[in-house]
């Protein structure tokens, strides 16, 4: 079985994760200040979580609503932001919506109604991303690219959630470079609804995992959403 990093070995980790990203920045011509490193922290224990809090890591990421609940009443994240990153099924929106700093996930037009619903019992105002299913998979959720503008549309009729970006999971590829096209696509439409519909007001694009966020930095992600370059391969 493959072992999680010990502490010394997080942080080399992510001293290297960091160093990349630096590079990734300064070819794209980009400050690198620009690019929150999200620390993917799917089956991690709260005191590896909290170890990792102490590390230059921006925020993290949970895929599973139960793990954001533990490590959240665990006070693992420190006082880092943590964002939900995976799929949200409508029943467990309660229980994420305020515990989460940013919800990335919401793939579909009853979710958000879902939690503008939420967040407007708890009189708060959740911040959001619109997942875009990139490459049309079947066996993966977000909205179809051609979708994704009337979404933005909704979600400006809502008064308890605010949208700032999109994000991606495009289709795994063998070959180097091989999502870069995605990535390219992504970008263009998050231009143009921030533009046209949001004032410039957008802040997060977040795309690009750790085989492949160069390559997102390149095409214009604000932050990247890494797990196993920083904790080692996961224990299921």
């Known amino acids: 079985m493959a ?3 010990d502490a010394r070995r997080m942080a080399e980790a992510v001293a290297e994760v960091r160093y990349r990203m630096e590079q990734a920045a300064k070819a794209a011509g980009r400050n690198p200040a620009d690019i929150l490193l999200c620390a993917v922290c799917k089956t991690r224990t709260p005191d590896t979580i909290r170890d990792s809090a102490a590390l230059p890591v921006d925020l993290f990421g949970e895929n ?4 954001l609940v533990v490590n959240h009443e665990a ?3 420190l006082d880092k932001p ?3 990153i995976g799929h949200l099924q409508t029943n467990k929106v309660k229980k994420v919506v305020g515990k989460a700093h940013l919800i990335q996930s919401v793939d579909s037009l009853r979710l958000l109604d879902a939690i503008e619903k939420e967040a407007a019992k708890l ?3 959740q911040q959001v991303l619109l997942e875009v299913n990139i490459g049309g998979e079947e066996s993966k959720s977000g909205f179809a690219p ?3 503008y009337a979404a933005a549309e909704k979600t400006l009729t809502l008064s308890n959630v605010r949208l700032l970006g999109l994000m991606t999971i495009p289709p795994v590829e063998q070959e180097p470079h091989g999502n870069m096209h995605y990535f390219e696509e992504v970008s263009r439409l998050y231009v143009d609804i921030n533009r046209n519909l949001y004032h410039n007001s957008f802040k997060y694009l977040s795309m690009g995992m750790s085989d492949d966020f160069e390559d997102a930095i390149a095409a214009g992600a604000t932050i990247v959403r890494v797990g196993s370059a920083i904790f080692g391969q996961r224990h299921y």
């Not at 599973?64 to 793990?67: C, D, F, S, T, Y």
Request: proline share 0%; charged share 20%; net charge negative.
């Open 82 to 84: 943590v964002h939900f």
């Open 123 to 125: 009189d708060l105002e």
């Open 3 to 5: 072992q999680a990093f």
């Open 146 to 148: 051609e979708a994704v």
């Open 64 to 67: 599973h609503m139960q793990e």
């Open 75 to 77: 006070g693992a994240y």
